[in-house]
């Protein structure tokens, strides 16, 4: 597996961490588990780690030199992908298949597989296409060289998956993927990690120090305009309006890490503006286990992302018993069962968010029987399943690849891949030639 611009061990929440790290260490823990030998790169930060750390039994993070050994910013990468590429192609192990996770790791993907002349995988996670038509007032859209690098994966990988059919019917008509090569897998949930717990919210509270009574709307992940924070803000804000009385019960945890560009303190900023300053509570990002913890102490999740592949954080919350308020974007749909598990919201509006945490604030055995339902819900996904149906998915592209059926990159025409021929990067709006 490759993930140039984060690393697996990355704690999800800061920086560029997030979902994607999620679902690479579950999935890669799983298939080793079914009796896969995982290897997963990523390049060499200068953060004292060695360069082989293992993950779990079957599961090793493998540290490449490329670049500088620093942190740099997502938008340096692209000029990465050849020195990453160039020092994974010296790795001696012999590997059955590389799957790729991001379009920056497609791109190097799309080398190890010519130059291993084994088939590629990729999954995309988000698509720069889907990012720019859902950008928040301000925001700053994925640029052309992006596009441009998802096509090319799109056009080379053996098998694309996608965590949901929205996703994989984006691929088709946003990309041209081809039906064929596009599979669905749905993500999992790590179920020993996230459940009810001993002593549900009740214990959980007293763990973390929350008042018993208060009505507690939680927001977990990285603060930027993408992920919706300031719908919740204003949500907030216009809650307090219709239910001034709910103040002193109510508290909002936001828990996670600033990312990319986003401006430090924007969010708090725009809760001081409106005065509800004082109801949030700002938290840094947490292990998975403590993030449990904040997922059991809830009364609701709340998700309103502009857009998401899949929303991992949406189906944790449920595995641990508690329903979700998200946004009706992407795989959130999916991930949360509407009515039933949580409620989903169209739109972006912060009044039909407020209107919805009170009637949740109003109504708490219908939270309670949501909350059950969601277990139910989210047990029915788990990693496990997710790495069997993955393992269909490497075995589909091998056995193509046998045929002589590969990818022939750039012409949507199939036969054995190509050795790996010199690329370049051509100012902003380069194209990555192969």
């Not at 490449?64 to 340096?76: F, V």
């Not at 969010?267 to 509800?276: D, I, K, P, S, T």
């Not at 857009?307 to 949406?314: H, I, P």
């Amino acid at each position: 597996m490759l993930s140039v611009h984060t690393s697996p061990l990355h704690q999800p929440g800061t920086g560029d961490a997030g979902g994607m790290n999620v679902y690479m260490v579950e999935l890669s823990r799983a298939l080793a588990e079914q009796g896969a030998q995982v290897d997963l790169f990523t390049r060499c930060r200068g953060e004292g780690r060695p360069p082989l750390v293992e993950l779990a039994p079957g599961v090793r993070v493998r540290h490449l030199h490329a670049g500088p050994r620093r942190a740099l910013p997502k938008e340096a990468m692209p000029g990465l992908v050849v020195p990453f590429s160039l020092a994974l192609l010296k790795e001696s192990t012999r590997y059955d298949l590389v799957h790729s996770h991001y379009w920056l790791s497609g791109q190097a993907g799309r080398i190890a597989s010519a130059g291993w002349r084994i088939p590629l995988v990729h999954t995309a996670h988000t698509l720069a296409r889907v990012k720019n038509a859902a950008l928040a007032a301000g925001d700053t859209p994925e640029p052309e060289l992006r596009v441009r690098g998802e096509h090319q994966v799109v056009e080379s990988a053996d098998r694309l998956i996608a965590n949901t059919a929205d996703e994989a019917t984006a691929l088709q008509t946003l990309y041209g993927a081809a039906g064929p090569r596009t599979e669905v897998v749905r993500p999992g949930v790590d179920l020993r990690t996230f459940g009810p717990g001993e002593g549900g919210r009740a214990a959980a509270r007293v763990r973390l120090g929350l008042p018993a009574d208060a009505f507690v709307p939680l927001y977990a992940g990285r603060i930027q305009p993408l992920k919706g924070p300031d719908v919740l803000v204003r949500a907030v804000a216009e809650l307090l309006l219709m239910a001034p009385d709910l103040r002193r019960r109510l508290l909002v945890p936001v828990v996670g890490g600033h990312s990319g560009a986003t401006r430090e303190g924007s969010a708090w900023r725009l809760a001081q503006e409106l005065g509800v300053a004082d109801v949030l509570r700002p938290c840094p990002p947490v292990p998975q286990e403590l993030l449990a913890d904040w997922y059991r102490a809830a009364d609701v999740l709340v998700v309103p992302s502009r857009s998401e592949s899949f929303g991992l954080v949406a189906l944790e919350a449920q595995a641990c018993g508690t329903p979700v308020l998200a946004a009706a974007v992407g795989g959130l749909p999916t991930a949360v069962w509407d009515g039933v598990t949580g409620l989903l919201v169209r739109g972006h509006d912060p009044v039909e968010y407020a209107r919805r945490l009170r009637w949740l604030a109003a109504h708490p055995r219908a939270r309670a029987t949501m909350g059950e339902a969601a277990v139910a819900h989210a047990r029915g996904m788990s990693w496990r399943a997710s790495a069997a149906r993955t393992v269909e998915v490497y075995e589909a592209a091998r056995r193509d690849s046998e045929h002589g059926l590969g990818v022939r990159v750039g012409q949507g025409r199939r036969h054995a891949p190509a050795p790996a021929a010199p690329l370049s990067w051509r100012n902003e709006k380069a194209v990555v030639q192969v």
